[in-house]
């Protein structure tokens, strides 16, 4: 990633003979290829640049797309609400741009992937290959996740797509006991949907979060809040697919809501459930 004196970033693949042109001037690729990470190369017109390895986040927001990305906050999110680790065996979809993919990948997931598009599944194919390479551990499949999920005994299933509540019965069936569902969602009447049909299914310590993400501006002793941000995103729910019972313990209903159950204190958030029960 080449960034001028404005901070513009440029995110270009480095071919051997080849040059790269802005407003600013021509940059030749020979002149970059080999320089140490973090070096400055100077272009036609004479304007520095710096030379970095792009980030994962870096190159999900430069990357080619066909559909909207998830943006790297909610990414990093999913990361630690979906407990990806290396070998975890991941069924995402909707698959769009790859940008999900690509962080599963990268935490060490074995992810397979449901996309309805053609040339959304094209597109995150080749941006997986590009920042993984080939060998990744992903394959994608054209078709449609609300008809059902072949794969079995999965450790996550990730979704982002309109209607995730329609994955949810496939999922009980793909998803190994214990297994972890994460859906990101842009409104929370989505999330309301999605959130009652896990509370009717055999899916449990559910938990929706919203992540904000403020940056600062910090010059001498001009410190505080950058005047913009990124407003909203999407929410993200997690739930675990439990081993059903008959009769669940109190203590669960009463923290995480039971399908018919009209107790209230499920509206309350955990620490401020009254333990006395009243
Ligand atoms: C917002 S995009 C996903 C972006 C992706 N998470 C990323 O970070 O790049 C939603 C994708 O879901 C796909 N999709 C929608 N409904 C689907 C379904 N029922 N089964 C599979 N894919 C679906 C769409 O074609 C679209 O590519």
């Given at each position: 990633?080449l960034?001028d004196?404005?901070e513009?970033?440029?995110?270009?693949?480095?071919?051997a003979?080849t040059?790269f042109?802005?407003?600013a001037?021509?940059?030749?690729?020979?002149?970059?290829?080999g320089?140490?990470?973090?070096?400055?190369?100077?272009g036609s017109t004479?304007?520095?640049?710096?030379?970095?390895?792009?980030t994962?986040?870096e190159v999900?927001?430069?990357m080619p797309r066909g559909?909207?990305?998830?943006?790297?906050k909610?990414?990093?999110?999913?990361?630690m609400?979906?407990?990806?680790?290396?070998?975890v065996r991941v069924l995402?979809a909707?698959?769009?741009?790859g940008?999900l993919?690509?962080a599963?990948l990268?935490?060490?997931?074995d992810?397979?992937g449901y996309?309805?598009?053609q040339?959304f599944?094209?597109?995150a194919?080749?941006?997986?290959?590009?920042?993984?390479?080939?060998?990744?551990p992903?394959?994608?499949?054209?078709?449609d996740a609300y008809e059902?999920?072949?794969?079995?005994?999965?450790?996550?299933v990730?979704?982002?797509?309109?209607?995730?509540?329609?994955?949810?019965?496939?999922?009980e069936t793909?998803?190994?006991?214990?297994?972890?569902?994460?859906?990101?969602?842009?409104?929370?009447?989505?999330?309301?949907?999605?959130?009652a049909a896990i509370d009717?299914?055999?899916?449990?310590?559910?938990?929706t979060?919203?992540v904000?993400?403020r940056t600062?501006?910090?010059e001498?002793r001009?410190v505080r809040?950058?005047?913009?941000?990124?407003?909203?995103?999407g929410?993200?729910t997690t739930?675990r697919?439990?081993?059903?019972v008959?009769d669940?313990?109190?203590?669960?209903?009463?923290r995480y809501?039971?399908?018919?159950?009209?107790?209230?204190?499920f509206?309350?958030?955990?620490d401020?459930v009254d333990?006395?029960?009243?």
């Amino acid at each position: 990633m080449l960034v001028d004196a404005k901070e513009r970033h440029y995110l270009i693949t480095l071919r051997a003979g080849t040059s790269f042109h802005t407003h600013a001037g021509i940059i030749v690729h020979d002149e970059v290829i080999g320089v140490v990470d973090g070096s400055t190369v100077t272009g036609s017109t004479g304007r520095r640049f710096l030379v970095v390895r792009p980030t994962l986040s870096e190159v999900v927001l430069k990357m080619p797309r066909g559909a909207q990305v998830i943006y790297p906050k909610d990414l990093a999110a999913i990361m630690m609400l979906a407990d990806i680790a290396p070998g975890v065996r991941v069924l995402e979809a909707g698959v769009g741009s790859g940008a999900l993919s690509m962080a599963l990948l990268r935490a060490g997931a074995d992810v397979v992937g449901y996309e309805l598009r053609q040339d959304f599944a094209n597109r995150a194919r080749s941006n997986v290959i590009d920042l993984i390479g080939a060998d990744a551990p992903y394959r994608v499949e054209l078709r449609d996740a609300y008809e059902g999920i072949d794969e079995r005994d999965l450790d996550r299933v990730v979704l982002d797509l309109a209607e995730p509540w329609r994955v949810l019965p496939h999922a009980e069936t793909a998803l190994r006991p214990g297994g972890i569902l994460c859906a990101y969602l842009p409104t929370i009447n989505q999330t309301a949907q999605l959130r009652a049909a896990i509370d009717a299914g055999p899916f449990g310590l559910a938990s929706t979060v919203e992540v904000l993400h403020r940056t600062w501006h910090i010059e001498e002793r001009s410190v505080r809040p950058d005047h913009r941000m990124v407003g909203h995103t999407g929410f993200l729910t997690t739930a675990r697919l439990l081993v059903p019972v008959d009769d669940p313990p109190p203590y669960n209903a009463a923290r995480y809501g039971r399908p018919g159950s009209t107790d209230r204190r499920f509206d309350l958030v955990p620490d401020e459930v009254d333990p006395t029960g009243v």
